[in-house]
């Protein structure tokens, strides 16, 4: 595979180079590179590769780098999830102080699709911007529990604090609005205290909807990135007795070695995988024999959806957030328009 | 978005994320302000922009280098503990910089949805590997 080489960000033993993009009107003679959006059209793919229930893997290509971290940026601090934000402790004699546990709530995913909420403004708390859970749990000694036994579980009723035991209240429409997925945490075992014989818990949670840059709690994801797609251009040929030491420079399934010539060769689907160690440019015999870059504008996005958002929608909703930002300056730009002439501006 | 809430009545400015609204019920800056020292025809000028950061900053940055007309464009977040970008905007010919911000702010926004609907696309073709990941 060919690639512009204006499209390679250089890897070289000690430094990387040509990492800055130059795609800007006047950088290069007689040519435009001004803002096309058919050109973009047609220069953008976007290729999914893997999806499970909870993690994605696509390939954005022919984008800068400022719009495919803007996206990564987002899904991490700005789309919404709903989550517990308050605790009212009525009862809490776990060894678990009331901060630590009411931290430790507040970081249970739960299953409730952000968008059937609002943003709840101010104080007060409607049956369209909070939920309310309650957690209700104590601890007793089991009577038929085995002599010697050492293993809470047969020791004791209710020995441990988990996300399975938060119980719903509806209030309000919430009752119809919630009916086909009531409300609760997306992994009921996830402990939250662990109690003996006489201790008990009993709160009251309120959850709302909010953003991770708040607190990275409401962080819908549990990782967002992207590399950039490894390139390997062998420039000469490599001598069959140290065509497997080749191969060992680099990750495994990245380099293919004929098993009747000894012929090296890139592995174009396998290549997405090397780490780029550049271990080869340690060995003086590859000296010169081969090149390494990375593809500037051809982004590997991988994402882990740790909430309600199926992961494919997540890509979805930060193009949606973005608009929304774009939206919203465009507006108050255009607000300038009707008085340019600022009283702060004085100038002669 | 937010037609029936009741406690946002008072807050006159609809420009703001709501969740601003509960750290501050005081008047919030708005959203977009020319600083001071902007030639008049604004052939040249910074913009403040209240609530924004890297996210937008950079994109938009990009998108105003993609024109012809523009000089020279820049942005920073002048401090961590301040909520807003300042964009330096500087245009050849006296042309107006606002203009070319709000044509950025246009094409940044075909730009988005055009990557939507590629990804829509792509994800609707369904030509990709399914697999089941326990938590």
Redesign the interface.
Known sequence: MSIDPRRLVGIKAERVTDVS?R????YYPDE????N?DA??EN????????????ID?D?VG??A??A??FR??MI??VPTVTIESVYVYNNTSVVVDEVLSQRIGLIPLNVDPAMM???????ATDRNTLVFTLTLGCTRRKDAPKDSTDPAQLYENHELLSRHLLWEPAGEQEAVFAAKPPGP??PDIVLAKLRPGQQIEMTLHAIK??GK?HAKFSPVATASYRLLPHINIKKTIPPHLAEKFQNCFSPGVIRVDPRTKAVSVDEQGVRNDTVSREVLRHPEFEGSVELGRVRDHFLFNIESESAYPP?RL??EA?SV??D?????????????DR???E??T?G | M?SH????EEQKST?Q???L??MS?ANLP???????????D?SAAT?Q?FD?????G??L???L????KVEFCGYSVPHPSENLIQVRIQMYDNL?S?TA??EA????????????T??????NGG???????K?
């Open positions: 993009s795609d800007f009107p006047g435009d590179n001004s803002w959006l973009f059209k953008l793919t976007v290729k999914i590769y893997r999806v499970s229930n909870r993690s696509f954005l984008v800068d400022s719009i971290n803007a940026r987002i601090a700005e609002e943003m709840r403004v101010g104080d007060e997306l992994n909010g953003v708040d494919q890509l979805l193009i973005m608009r930002k774009i939206a919203n300056i465009k507006r108050a730009a255009e607000a300038l328009l340019p002439a600022d702060d501006v100038m | 937010m809430d009741v406690a946002g420009t994320p709501p969740h609204l509960i019920t708005q959203k977009v302000t020319i600083m001071k020292g902007a030639a008049p604004l913009y922009i924004e950061s890297h996210t937008i950079n994109p940055r990009w998108m280098m993609k024109n012809p107006s606002l911000l709000i702010l246009s094409n940044l926004d075909s730009l988005f949805s055009t990557i939507e590629k990804y829509v696309d792509d994800l030509d990709y590997e399914r697999w089941e990941e938590s």
